[in-house]
């Protein structure tokens, strides 16, 4: 059964750091892109950053360039997302999705991803 489970989320202030983590299990060798997604009440999810499952090729979405770094662990079949000097326009909660298309791209659309993790609270304070 694929699954995805996220951990690392937490309450931090402005400034700080955090690292999500996203473990997955199930057909992990059938997938091309994961990601890291964020949506907050009343507001449309929104892509994060990517990356080529095989390939390790990385997209970041404007506001985190500079500031977030998205690796994965083969081995693991982990992804992470390093996210530093947090602001709290970061606060949201954060979804790590798969996609599963063979393509030589990152995907980085909410309806390309196949599967999806429960989500991860991330709150940030001024």
């Known amino acids: 059964q694929d699954q995805l489970v996220e951990s690392g989320g937490g309450l931090v202030q402005a400034g700080d750091s955090l690292r999500l983590s996203c473990a997955a299990s199930?057909?992990?060798?059938?997938?091309?892109?994961m990601g890291w997604f964020r949506q907050v009440p009343g507001k449309e999810r929104e892509i994060v950053a990517a990356?080529?499952?095989?390939?390790?090729?990385?997209y970041y979405s404007d506001f985190v360039k500079g500031r977030c770094n998205i690796s994965r662990d083969l081995a693991e079949n982990t992804v992470y997302l390093q996210m530093n000097s947090l602001k709290p326009e970061d606060t949201a909660v954060y979804y790590c999705?798969?996609?599963?298309?063979?393509?030589?791209?990152?995907?980085?659309?909410?309806?390309?991803?196949?599967?999806w993790g429960q989500g991860t609270q991330v709150t940030v304070s001024s």
């Open positions: 990356i080529s499952w095989k390939t390790k090729l990385t």
């Open positions: 199930g057909g992990t060798y059938s997938i091309n892109s």
């Open positions: 999705a798969a996609e599963r298309r063979p393509r030589l791209i990152v995907s980085t659309r909410v309806d390309e991803y196949d599967y």
